[in-house]
């Protein structure tokens, strides 16, 4: 069975910092492109960044300089890290992996940014 298990989520402050993590499971994400969307209240879900197989990264224009995607291929475990958080970041934000047709999502984790 296969599980991506997001965690680190929270409450924090503009301008504060926050580290999401992706747990995979039943899969080895060395083979994966793998990617954190979000999806605020009343809002589609949004790419937020993906890490390819190869090693490109890729990120929204509204979290460039601010967020970094990574993957831990020995610990099957892929990150995001975001500074500089804005209200506008708030969101639950989901892990994804995909392989061919092989379409894989997490259950998301609640990050809210305000004072």
């Known amino acids: 069975q296969v599980q991506l298990v997001e965690s680190g989520g929270g409450l924090v402050q503009p301008g504060g910092s926050l580290r999401l993590s992706c747990a995979a499971s039943?899969?080895?994400?060395?083979?994966?492109?793998m990617g954190w969307y979000r999806q605020a209240p009343g809002k589609q879900r949004e790419l937020v960044a993906t890490?390819?197989?190869?090693?490109?990264?890729n990120y929204a224009d509204s979290v460039k300089g601010r967020f970094t995607i990574s993957r831990d291929n020995a610990k099957n475990t892929m990150y995001l890290q975001m500074n500089s958080l804005k209200p506008e970041d708030t969101a639950v934000y989901y892990c994804?992996?995909?392989?061919?047709?092989?379409?894989?999502w997490g259950q998301g984790t609640q990050v809210n940014v305000s004072s």
């Open positions: 994804h992996g995909k392989l061919a047709t092989r379409d894989y």
């Open positions: 039943g899969i080895l994400i060395t083979f994966y492109n």
């Open positions: 890490t390819l197989i190869g090693g490109t990264t």
